[in-house]
DNA sequence: TAGATTGTTAATCGATTAACAATC
DNA sequence: TAGATTGTTAATCGATTAACAATC
């Protein structure tokens, strides 16, 4: 078994893979090469070879990939063979909109403890999860032994919030809030900055802006 | 003027930079040296230099930069001296959660066009701003000359949504639908897809969970 | 002047792509 | 067997980091 060093970048290649795969399993085809793989993302065939083969030697030569057999071997290797509970902490307008995206659920990751600190949500009952003051994180996901985390809760105390998840045993976090957060090097955390995704449109689109022009008074 | 090609993910850290250096400002530090200010972010600080010398010259030999003036430069690089009209499209949970999201305006982008398709939701006012039918997105688009669009709807029906805001000149479009959009090579697609990050936690738990288990079956 | 820190070039590192023997 | 496609090694590419002259 030789694991070397796995890029993060194949990790969401797999998964984007994995997707691909059910549709066509659904459509019924029964194998697909890496050259028609690559063709529906833009991606190099050998890229996808090589994505594959960190994790074994999954295809058939002259053949390519049987379909199902790749698709179980990748939810295996993402962990997607087993439900993972979720804690969320915050249910704000961001906090609800994810509580209630049913793209979790059927992924089997299911939201089954919610922090707030807002007293009138607190002990409450949403989707049928209760909802617990926040000063309650570390007993709670402790018991629960709640390992993945979406943190959807502004700048202002996240970082006490991220210590209360890790030292509960957190080892993964989907973080929302627009803040630069410290974990320890066990804990994965995954930063959703919509506010700097925003940027980087309007970046792009200044840029465009001058393109054009620029070709206009060339024309 | 050198332009080169820029990183994307220069872009990425120029946005973070700025909000540090918002805060600085707001601290009343005049200036930070590229040590500092690549040690917040766990970054060398020669990519930092690297970064901004992508943009031109910025700092000042034996001192660092000047808190103030390199912000108002990355605003501008970034295009955030401006207001953005941005559409949103897709008023379902998600939807309302980001037109409600305070972040946007702050920073200058503002929801001025929803879209959706629920004949209950056409016609109405949310938050100041009328939901239009999606068939009405070329017209609305290109009479405001929105450049920058917000894809809050599922996977069904997207790709035909994304042609209709490309042909009315969007030229940058945050995606939330979980599916592969092809756009052409002037429009700028960014893709959040919240289901896949889910899965790289759930692969880095995975890991985790076995490297927990293997210290201490060595221990 | 001495110390500090930039801007930039060169070296390193890591990821992508090309090439090809192995083999279905 | 001939054609196709994998798995893997080698070549390329691009981004990060180190090093250092320029200069405040």
Redesign the interface.
């Known amino acids: 078994m030789k694991s070397s060093k796995i890029p993060?970048r194949t990790?969401?290649r797999?998964?984007?893979y994995?997707?691909c795969l059910e549709e066509l399993e659904a459509d019924g085809i029964v194998s697909i090469s890496s050259k028609q793989l690559a063709e529906?993302?833009g991606l190099n065939p050998a890229q996808v070879r090589k994505d594959l083969a960190y994790f074994g030697q999954f295809g058939i030569r002259g053949l390519g990939y049987p379909t199902q057999e790749l698709k179980n071997h990748l939810e295996r290797?993402?962990?997607?063979k087993q439900d993972?509970e979720?804690a969320l902490v915050g249910l704000g307008?961001?906090g609800?909109?994810?509580l209630?995206?049913k793209?979790?659920r059927e992924?089997g990751?299911k939201i089954t403890a919610i922090f707030d600190k807002d007293p009138v949500k607190v002990g409450r009952r949403v989707k049928g999860v209760r909802v617990w003051n926040v000063s309650w994180i570390v007993p709670v996901i402790k018991r629960r032994k709640i390992?993945?985390a979406i943190l959807a809760i502004p700048t202002v105390g996240a970082q006490a919030v991220v210590d209360g998840l890790v030292e509960a045993g957190v080892?993964?976090?989907?973080n929302f809030a627009?803040?630069?957060l410290s974990v320890p090097w066990?804990?994965?955390l995954?930063n959703?900055d919509?506010?700097?995704?925003?940027?980087?449109?309007?970046?792009?689109?200044?840029r465009?802006?001058r393109?054009a022009t620029r070709t206009e008074g060339a024309s």
Chains 1, 2 share one sequence.
């Open positions: 993060e990790i969401t797999l998964s984007i994995l997707r529906r993302f290797i993402l962990g997607l993972w979720v307008n961001l609800s909109a994810l209630h995206y793209g979790f992924r990751f390992k993945i080892t993964a976090i989907l627009p803040t630069q066990n804990v994965k995954q959703v919509i506010s700097v995704l925003l940027k980087t449109l309007s970046f792009h689109t200044i465009a802006d393109e």
